[in-house]
């Protein structure tokens, strides 16, 4: 998730010929499902197309960038907690030991990307946490550990949510141990894949090329990051664009999640334009 400026460019079918354009700006976008929250306040109601503009540091001012289909991979988190009996480490057997199991489960999750998933498929499962205290002479009671998945079709992300769920339980069992596991669903931590709809990605390409000259666009390759777009384009057909940032002379170089991040300014009046645009042709010609 890349907390850089953006707005949403929404696209309605009221009475009048014309039609109507709305411009939303996005709140809670960074772990917040701004735009789920959105939706359920009736932000897509009569919406037929929606389009987003957002900065990169990867592409020079003004180059505009997008793809068909997925673009951005579905994000969700988990945290388990593996419960065994605590115990005297010099004594393991008289301990259920949930250290053993975490272990056992953090290598067998490395199994579902590597042996149960196409290799053309893109997807991530890591765990990055793992506390079972700080006794080193003790085998604790529980232990928790946590991580992220990522994939780019939504078969293939709660497949894996399902999966990560059973081998840590499984897993755990195999070791006399218990486990539960989070996926913060009530949190709104689960982001789906942010997928451009074929025919409103390629409506962007028209105006961006016609707009800036065909040197001035790319089709950029998939990314891991997410975003909460993604809930847009599962409602309405959606197309992600990305508009270049960079400029070495100026230092705009780094991600958003730098505290260096800055932008070169220029950019702002070529995706303004851009953006308008997009809105203005896509009303003429539909």
């Known amino acids: 998730m890349i907390p850089q400026w953006i707005s949403n460019l929404v ?19 960074e772990a917040g499902n701004g735009a789920k929250r959105m939706i359920g306040d009736g932000a897509l109601d009569d919406v037929e197309a929606i389009f987003a503009v957002h900065v990169s540091h990867e592409h020079p001012t003004g180059v505009i960038g997008s793809r068909p289909g997925a673009l951005l991979a579905g994000c969700g988190f988990f945290r388990a907690v593996i419960s065994g009996k605590k115990g005297r480490a010099g004594s393991p057997h008289h301990s259920v030991d949930p250290i053993l ?3 056992a ?9 590597s042996r149960e998933t196409n290799p053309l498929d893109s997807q991530v499962v890591s765990v990055t946490t793992m506390d079972g205290g700080n006794n080193l002479d003790m ?14 079709s939504s078969t293939g992300f709660y497949k894996l949510l399902q999966r990560i769920e059973e081998v ?19 949190e709104s931590t689960i982001y789906p894949p942010t997928v451009n709809d074929d025919h409103m990605y390629e409506h962007v390409r028209k105006v961006a090329t016609d707009l800036l000259g065909p040197a001035n666009f790319r089709v950029v390759p998939p990314m891991m990051g997410a975003e909460d777009f ?25 991600t958003g999640h ?9 950019v702002l009046p070529i995706g303004a334009a851009t953006h308008a645009t997009i809105a203005e042709r896509y009303l003429i010609e539909r």
């Open 11 to 29: 696209l309605v079918s009221p009475l009048q010929l014309q039609g109507t354009v709305i411009l939303l700006f996005q709140p809670a976008e």
């Open 101 to 103: 199991a975490a272990s």
């Open 105 to 113: 489960a953090v290598i067998s999750l490395q199994g579902i990307v």
């Open 139 to 152: 085998i604790p009671e529980t232990v928790v550990l946590g991580g992220t998945f990522r994939a780019y």
């Open 168 to 186: 840590i339980v499984e897993q755990a069992s195999v070791f006399r141990c218990s486990a539960t596991v989070d996926f913060f669903e009530k």
């Open 230 to 254: 993604s809930f847009y384009t599962q409602v309405v057909p959606a197309a992600f664009y990305y508009i270049g940032v960079r400029n070495e002379t100026l230092g705009s170089i780094h």
């Open 258 to 266: 730098s505290p260096y991040f800055m932008i070169d300014e220029d």
